[in-house]
């Protein structure tokens, strides 16, 4: 397995729409494994293959406090959706960002997992909302587009600031 390289905000790659996985197979496997590494080490809770460049429809999420609980989802859709959550969100994308945005508070997703097989899951809470904020990333969309224009431009402008420090 590898570390993979996460994109930052506002690299174009992020809004490319991801195309849905048609072969299952070892390389999808390996993909899979090296998001889970990936994100585990970032530290993160969620991870779309959009974010490290590559545009396939697989995200791998583990909200757990064990980090054991790793959920894989390939092609998902989600086909039920209620309540609306209050949980503030950040993104391995945007590192020192933290925002809440309007979601639902409890998804049914149908999806694959790395082997083909189909599942259907129920999540409410933060799961629910890691899993609408990763999927938002397969559709090419981040979570900060959707503030304000003002929020927006602050968080772009303390991106850029980061990036100078770094340098």
């Known amino acids: 397995m590898a570390l993979l390289s996460i994109l ?6 992020l809004h490319k729409l991801a195309a849905p996985v048609t072969v299952f197979d070892e390389q999808l496997k390996c993909l899979v494994g090296d998001m889970a590494e990936t994100m585990y080490a970032a530290p993160g809770i969620g991870l779309a293959a959009t974010q490290v460049d590559v545009h396939k429809q697989v995200i791998v999420v583990d909200v757990s406090e064990r ?69 938002d990333h397969l559709k090419g969309r981040v979570f900060v587009e959707y503030l304000s224009q003002l929020k927006q431009q602050r968080i772009r402008a303390k991106l850029a600031k980061q990036l100078r420090k770094s340098a």
Do not use: W
């Not at 930052?8 to 790659?13: E, G, L, S, T």
């Not at 989600?78 to 609306?84: D, F, K, N, P, Q």
């Open 67 to 135: 980090r054991d609980s790793l959920v894989v989802l390939v092609n998902p859709d989600i086909v039920e959706a209620s309540g609306v959550s209050d949980i503030e969100e950040g993104c391995l994308s945007l590192p020192g960002i933290y925002e809440t945005v309007e979601r639902a508070e409890r998804v049914k997703v149908r999806a694959y997992d790395q082997n083909g097989t189909p599942f259907t899951l129920e999540a409410q809470g933060l799961l629910a909302v890691c899993i609408q904020h990763e999927m």
């Open 8 to 13: 930052r905000y506002p690299d174009a790659r």
